[in-house]
C-alpha cells in the first residue's frame, strides 16, 4: 500500500500526540518518577517527536505492504498506546509502551513492511499487556 499524504499527515499527528501524552505523563507523574524513569520516557518522547516530522519529510514513496500491515493498523495501534498513556499509572508499562512506539515509528521511517508488522505487534502486545 503507497500512504498519502493525508495518511502520511495523519500518523504524524499520532505519533505526536502520542509523544504529547508521553510528556503529560512524565510531568504529571514527575514526583514518581526516578531520574532514570524520567530520562527514558524523556527520551522516548523526543524520539517520537522526532519521528513524527520525520515521516513528514519521508512520507513521499513510503511504501507499505497491505498483506502485512496496512494504513488502519498503524493509526489503531498509536491510537491504543496514545489511549493507555493516558489511563496508566504503572511507570515501567508505560516506559514499554513509548519504547515499542518509538520501535514502530523507526520502522515506518525505514520503510520495512516486515518491521513495521513485527513492531505493530509488539504495540498491540504491550497495551494489551497493560490491562488497558
Not at 7 to 18: T, V, Y
Not at 65 to 87: H, P, Y
Amino acid at each position: 500500500m503507497q500512504l498519502t499524504s493525508d495518511q502520511a499527515l495523519d500518523l504524524s499527528q499520532q505519533f505526536h500526540g502520542l509523544s504529547v501524552s508521553l510528556g503529560d505523563f512524565r510531568f504529571s507523574h514527575w514526583n514518581a518518577l526516578s531520574p532514570a524513569q524520567r530520562h527514558a520516557i524523556g527520551s522516548s518522547e523526543w524520539s517520537l517527536l522526532n519521528a513524527s516530522s520525520d515521516m513528514i519529510t519521508a512520507a513521499v514513496g513510503l511504501a507499505l505492504d497491505e498483506s502485512e500491515c496496512g494504513f488502519q493498523s498503524l493509526q489503531d495501534s498509536t491510537n491504543k498506546a496514545k489511549a493507555a498513556i493516558q489511563t496508566l499509572e504503572a511507570i515501567q508499562t508505560v516506559i514499554d509502551i513509548a519504547t515499542a512506539a518509538v520501535g514502530l515509528a523507526g520502522a515506518i521511517i525505514s520503510k520495512d513492511p516486515g518491521a513495521i508488522a513485527k513492531c505493530v505487534a509488539a504495540v498491540y502486545a504491550e497495551v494489551k499487556g497493560s490491562g488497558t
